[in-house]
């Protein structure tokens, strides 16, 4: 119930919270409406099915298991939140693709004729 909990935290804070069992985990995570969801999400555990579980079942920009803020330096890794948190991926060719708009483009020649025949009507047995 800390203040600091009220809203998204910018900072050298890690808030560590104990809980009795994935479920509960999961249940904190997603009961924070006004958090929308976590920029990161980490769970410390030496069980593979709590580390799915908790990956599986919640929602954030990066998920992280047994380590903190790694994946913020890895090259190849994506970095960036999820909905009021931020949208899309930055770092390295992320943060080129997310401000590059990548735009569809198709070039016909006028001279394909019969392409057009095929395509426009009146579509009867003359054509």
């Given amino acids: 119930n800390d203040a600091v909990m009220a809203g998204e935290i910018f900072g050298p804070i890690l808030p560590i919270i104990p809980v009795r069992n994935a479920d509960e985990a999961i249940e904190f995570i997603n009961s924070k409406p006004n958090l929308d969801h ?5 769970c410390f555990s030496t069980n593979s099915r709590v580390i799915n579980e908790v990956e599986t079942y919640t929602r954030s920009g990066s998920f992280m298991s047994n380590d903190c803020v790694l994946h913020v330096g890895m090259k190849g890794h994506p970095f960036g939140g999820v909905g009021t948190s931020g949208i ?4 390295g060719k992320f943060s080129f693709e997310a401000f590059t708009h990548q735009r569809g483009v198709l070039h016909k ?3 394909e004729i019969f392409n057009n025949l095929m395509r426009y009507p009146p579509y009867n047995s003359s054509k």
């Fill in 38 to 42: 976590p920029l990161a999400a980490y």
């Fill in 109 to 111: 020649n006028q001279s």
């Fill in 88 to 91: 899309g991926k930055y770092l």
